[in-house]
């Protein structure tokens, strides 16, 4: 029974005894360590002890002369290990040697008895003094130290054999009472776990639940558990017997919907194929109203530029000033033509934002950076108006937004703050920093206010307040732009307002990040107006234009700047001959030429080495986005829109021509 048992844990016994053996082993090797060198040095100082008395005995009954002094060491050689002998004056050559030579250059400087002792290759040697030795004269004695390793040797082998006896001793000590108090429980326990698992029922020997120890305890833990398991077993199995039943009836539900879902899906099929038609339709009709109100734009852009260009002329003009009467009527034909042209301009934007052709260029932005620019242009307008405008508060923090089109929006709400104020008022705008980790843009006025319920149609589509439709001029799409621009950059928009004290509209947008500033960014504008006067050069200038009108807006804008002749032609082939007759120092551009449009005679006047060098600006009534870039990738120097901004096209011919 025991061997049987003893069986089933041997492979644990047995590794649980070789641990417990090799550490006895170590342990009783580290103690065996220092008490062999301890021996090892007993011995030698026992041997030199014993030789070294042997000596002085000798000398101190010998006669003194060399004779005897020579018998005297003849005699020693052998006893007690003695393999040499020598009697030397301090540091010189022997006088006397016998046996092995001894090493001539002994150093007797620390000589004390038996001190200064050499070990060398298995051998001892020592200096000595005798009484009846001449005053100086010392005996240097060379010892065989082998018999003192045999004597080390057999102490080792002795204290092993008593080592291994010891722990072979205790390891099976240990073994025998851990068999017994452990393993054997251990093992008899894990059999009544195998044959209760088996059996499907408890099965445990009335000796292991009576036991008194933690193994008994375990025993009837395991019972107890063991009986739990099997009880809920069985409700398991019963209750797995009824959800079958019920998935039996789920299953035969879940047919019939599917039956159901496969006909809806069926139907459903039907539908998507119809709302992909009218997706498609709708597409084409969207597709549709962006080239009409494209066309429509260029089509009225070019009567636009006539009328435009012509006021701000008359208004400009030094050699023929207007009379008062004269001026107000000229400024509300300009008005009158920016507001239509801002209409065509609204149009575009909203046609393009519904249809989700706005291209936005998302960049980490500083909102005071583009306040600045703001505060820039919309300055005149307010002193206009006699309004304060000014700049609140700012934040370290950065926004992620189009940069264009920030400022888009900040001008169209600083332009309604303005616009909508009272006379003397007060403008301001700015950000700050809100502890929901956003940067909230604001522009607060202290204009006559809105009115709650008017607060909701406000950012709707061609919708004006009815307090000022006929009073003050708009559109009624700006704030329809703004919503759908501030929303497209991933913020939000909202109003607050109190009648009679002013309107508040706020933009919250998330910060981008904590990062420190490297640098102010660059705003690189395509205005070449200047803030101090610049001294115009003479200079030549080609315009290449079918329209009489424009021709004739042109040749009066450069009649204010002296020393500059205006040369036109009426289409690409006769502008490039003269390009290369007259050389002129710029070519101002018609795109939308008759035959051969403005971007074949760029590239032509480019392939021409004599034309190469001339700038040439493109000018057309094309103004979405598109056209405009397409045009400065066609190599423009730049891209005027029509109707034209007289201002800005005197300045750039005075910048071309420095």
């Known amino acids: 029974m025991t061997s049987f048992q003893f069986s089933k844990t041997s492979g644990l016994a047995w590794r649980y005894a070789g641990y417990i053996f090799a550490s006895l082993i170590f342990i009783e090797v580290m103690i065996l360590i220092p008490s062999a060198v301890f021996r090892y040095q007993q011995l030698r100082e026992d041997l030199i002890h014993e ?10 009954h010998s006669n003194v002369d060399s004779s005897g002094i020579e018998r005297l060491i003849s005699d020693l050689l052998g006893l007690n290990g003695i393999v040499g002998l020598a009697i030397m004056p301090s540091q010189h050559d022997p006088v006397i040697s016998i046996g092995d030579r001894v090493q001539s250059d002994f150093d007797f400087s620390a000589f004390d008895h038996h001190g200064n002792i050499l070990d060398q290759d298995g051998f001892i040697e020592f200096g000595i003094t005798g009484t009846t030795l001449p005053e100086g004269m010392k005996i240097v004695v060379r010892l065989d130290s082998t018999p003192v390793f045999g004597q080390l040797l057999d102490y080792i082998g002795m204290v092993l054999f008593l080592v ?40 445990f020997s009335n000796e292991m639940l009576s036991r008194p120890d933690e193994l008994g305890s375990i025993s009837r833990q395991c019972r107890i558990l063991l009986k739990r398991l099997f009880d809920a077993k069985g409700h398991l199995a019963a209750t797995n017997k009824l959800l079958s039943g019920e998935l039996a009836k789920r299953n035969e539900g879940l047919e019939k919907l599917n039956d159901d879902l496969t006909r809806e899906l069926a139907s459903r099929h039907v539908v998507e194929r119809d709302l992909k038609k009218a997706r498609d339709r709708a597409e084409k009709a969207s597709q549709a109203k962006t080239e009409f109100l494209s066309a429509m734009s260029h089509e009225l852009r070019t009567p636009l530029n006539a009328i435009i260009g012509f006021a701000q002329i008359l208004e400009n003009s030094r050699k023929e000033p207007l009379s008062e009467r004269q001026e107000k009527c000229v400024r509300q034909i300009r008005i009158g033509g920016e507001h239509l042209l801002g209409l065509i301009a609204g149009l575009l934007d909203l046609s393009k934002i519904e249809a989700g052709q706005i291209d936005l260029e998302m960049e980490p932005i500083w909102p005071s950076e583009v306040f600045k620019e703001v505060l820039e242009l919309m300055r005149s307008v307010a002193q206009e108006k006699e309004i304060i405008l000014e700049g609140k508060r700012r934040t370290d923090k950065r926004i992620l937004a189009d940069r264009d089109h920030l400022k888009q929006v900040m001008v169209n709400l600083i332009g309604n703050a303005i616009k909508y104020n009272r006379q003397g008022g007060r403008v301001e705008f700015g ?9 909230c843009l604001f522009v607060s006025d202290t204009g006559y206010g809105i009115e709650e319920h008017e607060i909701q149609t406000i950012f709707e589509p061609f919708s004006r307040l009815p307090n000022h439709r006929e009073t003050i001029e708009g559109t009624g799409i700006g704030l329809t732009i703004v919503r759908k621009l501030v929303t497209e950059m991933g913020g939000e928009i909202r109003c607050e307002s109190l009648v009679g004290q002013g309107t508040t509209f706020w933009m919250d947008f998330p910060v981008y990040d904590l990062l420190p500033k490297l640098g102010k960014p660059v705003y690189n504008g395509h205005s070449f107006k200047e803030e101090h006067h610049i001294e115009a050069n003479s200079g030549l200038v080609l315009y290449i234009e079918d329209n009489p009108a424009n021709i004739a807006l042109v040749e009066m804008a450069l009649a204010e700047i002296p020393d500059v002749a205006l040369v036109s032609a009426p289409d690409a082939e006769m502008g490039i001959e003269l390009a290369k007759s007259i050389k002129p120092d710029l070519i101002l551009m018609d795109i939308n030429l008759p035959g051969e449009n403005g971007f074949l005679a760029k590239a032509r006047l480019w392939a021409d080495e004599e034309t190469r060098a001339i700038p040439v600006v493109a000018i057309s009534a094309s103004a979405m986005e598109d056209d405009i870039q397409l045009g400065h990738d066609a190599g423009f120097k730049s891209y005027l829109t029509k109707p034209l901004d007289v201002v800005r096209l005197t300045d750039l011919i005075r910048h071309e021509l420095q």
Do not use: K, W
Request: proline letters at 3%; glycine letters at 6%.
């Open 51 to 60: 030789a070294g008395h042997l000596v002085e005995l000798a000398v101190d």
């Open 164 to 203: 291994v006896i010891v722990a072979a001793f205790l390891t099976f000590a240990s073994l025998h009472i851990t068999q017994r108090l452990f393993l054997l429980p251990l093992a008899e326990l894990r059999s009544g776990l195998l044959d209760s698992i088996a059996m499907q029922e408890v099965v």
């Open 431 to 439: 950000c700050l920093e809100e502890p929901t980790g956003t940067v």
